[in-house]
């Protein structure tokens, strides 16, 4: 296709879209303004029903249960091809291309930065915890909690060495947590199932609402989605860091 060919495909679908778009845009409603009849039956009824003062923790953990499953197993996948893809190069033959851009190697590590990653460390794990474990009374849970402590880990490499990392967050270990958090849900699902004949029942006691103990299955979900999430984001930037230090040996060599 010529040059002018390319430039009228591109028009016109730039063109489509921006016309989709306006049109898009020009039905929402006004800020502020967000008619919802599921939205209020939900702030109406799911505190008393289900014990937890963050809907959204409600909503997401139980009423649309299954659909959070099936996102945490969509993370969970993308995490094992990833893993498969860059695990896969460790066992090629070929040499790595030369690194010809000597700014992209890592300096020393100053000794402000190491003491002030490492006083780091232990606020940020304590805080992310605090997330994880009253993610049904206040706004956070597993998701944003299991980030903040995959960030108190990654703390320990940018406060001190790779090889304080990998011994502080093995590799086996992080692939088993990662593995059995996300069958965990499924296994909570599964005793809904079997104790109340459908998927995602609640089969705990409610509790006090208001308490840390309550709310059902809730928190147990929210604990095996944190650390599905943690363990995720540690594996993940455990083998970037181990293509890096694969690079750099290679380039030496």
């Known amino acids: 296709m010529s040059r002018r060919g390319r430039l009228f495909v591109f028009v016109a679908g730039a063109l489509g879209i921006s016309a989709l778009f306006v049109w898009g845009f020009s039905g929402l409603p006004d800020f502020g303004v967000q008619p919802s009849v599921y939205g209020e039956q939900l702030s109406e009824r799911a505190v008393d029903e289900r014990h937890a003062t963050n809907v959204v923790a409600a909503t997401t953990f139980d009423y649309r249960g299954l659909d959070t499953m099936i996102e945490e197993f969509i ?150 989605v944190a650390l599905e999430v943690a363990a995720a984001f540690v594996l993940l930037s455990d083998e970037f860091l181990e293509q890096a230090v694969l690079v750099r040996k290679r380039d030496r060599s």
């Open 75 to 224: 993370l969970f996948s993308a995490v094992i091809g990833i893993l498969l893809l860059l695990r896969a190069q460790r066992d090629e033959e070929e040499d790595a291309p030369h690194d010809m851009a000597e700014s992209r190697r890592p300096l020393p590590t100053s000794d402000a930065v190491r003491v002030f990653g490492l006083g780091l460390i232990g606020p940020t794990i304590l805080f992310g915890t605090y997330v994880v474990a009253h993610g049904h009374l206040t706004p956070g849970g597993g998701f944003q909690g299991g980030v903040v402590l995959a960030s108190g880990l990654l703390l320990v490499y940018l406060a001190g060495e790779f090889l304080s990392f990998e011994r502080l967050a093995p590799e086996k270990l992080m692939e088993a947590t990662e593995a059995v958090a996300a069958w965990t849900y499924v296994a909570v699902g599964l005793a809904g199932l079997v104790a109340g004949g459908l998927f995602l029942t609640n089969f705990l006691p409610l509790g006090r609402i208001g308490d840390v103990f309550s709310a059902g299955m809730i928190p147990l979900i929210n604990v095996a």
